[in-house]
């Protein structure tokens, strides 16, 4: 089965820090990772997907994340935190072919707090 | 302008009424999903759509119910069932599963609305 771990429900960094976001999955397929953004009271907005192209993934507004098999992780990175970044953040993975092809399991989310 | 469209944003709903959330889309999407948000959960499937009047059950659908008589729609009806409905839901769409090559495309959200039972 698939899962996704989400490690740190809170993170709090000052503008212009390094931005870490921590996720590891478990599948049984070869993983297709995504990272989504979410605004209060908004949708989700795709930040960046894996699908086992290149294992550094660049996305929008300066993330990019790193698919390491070895360590069953995806973090989220940003070298420089804007106080526009504040928000809440989903890792996710596609759930494998017996669980239903289109699924996606979402990870419980990591709310980025931004300080000036 | 292409995108997914819940409405109404906020919804209140007194105890033992149905109520049904609207979810449109103008992608040409053929799958769509409903989501369940609560604080410190995540998303959880409700529902989901791959083609036009087939639907299948998420991991919470009791107490849900859903059609899909066209491709650009899929209402969500939150029935008396449903015993903590107090939420925002999701509603999202994507291309689908390319069965060829196996490739998976992402899933694009709307708004969302929240719903309050008063």
């Known amino acids: 089965a698939q899962s996704v771990t989400q490690l740190g429900s809170h993170v709090s960094v000052s503008e212009g820090a390094l931005v870490l976001l921590r996720c590891n999955y478990s599948?049984?397929?070869?993983?297709?990772l995504f990272w989504y953004v979410q605004y209060p009271n908004q949708g989700l907005q795709l930040l960046l997907k894996?699908?086992?192209?290149?294992?550094l993934v660049k996305g929008i507004n300066g993330f990019e994340a790193e698919f390491k098999k070895s360590e069953t992780s995806f973090h989220l990175t940003k070298p420089s935190a804007h106080m526009r970044d504040a928000a809440e953040y989903f890792c996710?993975?596609?759930?494998?072919?017996?669980?239903?092809?289109?699924?996606?399991?979402f990870g419980a989310g990591t709310r980025l707090a931004v300080h000036p | 302008d292409g995108g997914i469209t819940q409405s109404p944003k906020y919804l209140f709903r007194k105890e033992g009424q149905n109520v049904t959330l609207s979810c449109e889309q103008n992608l040409n999407h053929d799958a769509m999903y409903w989501y369940r948000q609560d604080p410190g959960q995540g998303l959880r499937l409700i529902y989901y759509s791959q083609i036009v009047n087939d639907f299948q059950k998420g991991d919470i659908a009791e107490g849900y119910s859903v059609s899909r008589e066209k491709k650009e729609s899929f209402p969500l009806t939150v029935t008396s069932a449903q015993k903590n409905p107090t939420a925002f839901y999701l509603c999202a769409s994507s291309i689908g599963i390319d069965l060829t090559s196996r490739a998976y495309n992402e899933q694009f959200f709307g708004p969302g609305t929240r719903l309050t039972v008063l």
């Open positions: 996710a993975v596609r759930a494998g072919f017996s669980g239903g092809y289109n699924k996606l399991i």
């Open positions: 599948s049984s397929v070869p993983p297709y």
């Open positions: 894996y699908t086992s192209a290149a294992t």
